[in-house]
């Protein structure tokens, strides 16, 4: 998958709680992004890094907070769980550069916020 | 505002017939078009891209095609195989220093046998 691992692969949580989930990659590519994939919806942007403390809101933004420390590593954080945030959330790469649009994406974590 | 949809939610094609997904898009500045492939359990996977100046593009038995006019893009697959059997999403994205892609809702293609 492109050294582009998330962690925890499996979540359950209670609804309040905070939870952090991890994107880690060796590709050292500048753009990172977070994305949740809900029936009906596709796939929809969160936040994304454009580089590191780059980092800017997408379509979906309300409820996360991300940060971008190093390169390699794109956290994604939920300050308060709740069930409408019960989703598979993907982490995506790419290198950004105006030649090459592909984004590797990682296998995804299923969060169940009850 | 952007947006990037689909027509038509599922699709089946039966084995060796060619496969047509369609998509529809509202953001004229939109730098790219690009098809992802997403099996039961995995992340997307890129498929082909089109540059917004081009038509057409073809790769291994998959051909994007662009028509700006009418701000529509298809992917066209040849001699459809059960291993495409999966969910197919258009997305765009614009180039810049904070480059987002941005996807639409997915078509599920079926192969009949």
């Known amino acids: 998958d492109a050294g582009i691992t998330q962690s925890p692969r499996h979540k359950v949580t209670e609804t309040g709680t905070p939870v952090t989930l991890r994107c880690h990659q060796t590709?050292?590519?500048?753009?990172m992004y977070w994305y949740r994939q809900d029936p009906g919806h596709g796939l929809r942007l969160i936040h994304y890094?454009?580089?590191?403390?780059?980092?800017d809101k997408g379509e979906v933004s309300d409820g996360y907070s991300v940060s971008r420390s190093k390169t390699e590593d794109f956290l994604l954080t939920l300050e308060s769980a709740t069930s409408s945030q019960t989703s598979v959330y993907f982490c995506?790469?790419?290198?950004?550069?105006?030649?090459?649009?592909?984004?590797?994406f990682g296998q995804g974590t299923r969060l169940t916020v009850v | 505002g952007e947006s990037v949809g689909l027509h038509l939610p599922t699709l089946s094609v039966q084995e060796g017939d060619n496969s047509i997904i369609n998509c529809a898009y509202s953001?004229?500045?939109?730098?790219?078009f690009i098809w992802y492939k997403q099996e039961s359990g995995k992340g997307p996977q890129f498929i082909i891209d089109?540059?917004?100046?081009?038509d057409k593009r073809q790769g291994q038995r998959v051909t994007v095609l662009l028509n700006k006019t009418v701000k529509h893009l298809s992917l066209q697959i040849a001699a459809t195989q059960p291993g495409d059997s999966a969910v197919y999403f258009c997305?765009?994205?614009?180039?810049?220093?904070?480059?987002?892609?941005?996807f639409g809702s997915g078509t599920r293609l079926s192969i009949r046998p």
């Open positions: 890094s454009y580089g590191v403390k780059d980092t």
């Open positions: 089109i540059r917004s100046n081009m």
């Open positions: 590709e050292n590519h500048r753009y």
């Open positions: 953001n004229s500045a939109s730098d790219y």
């Open positions: 997305a765009e994205k614009v180039y810049s220093s904070a480059s987002k892609i941005i």
């Open positions: 995506a790469i790419s290198p950004g550069t105006a030649l090459n649009t592909e984004a590797f």
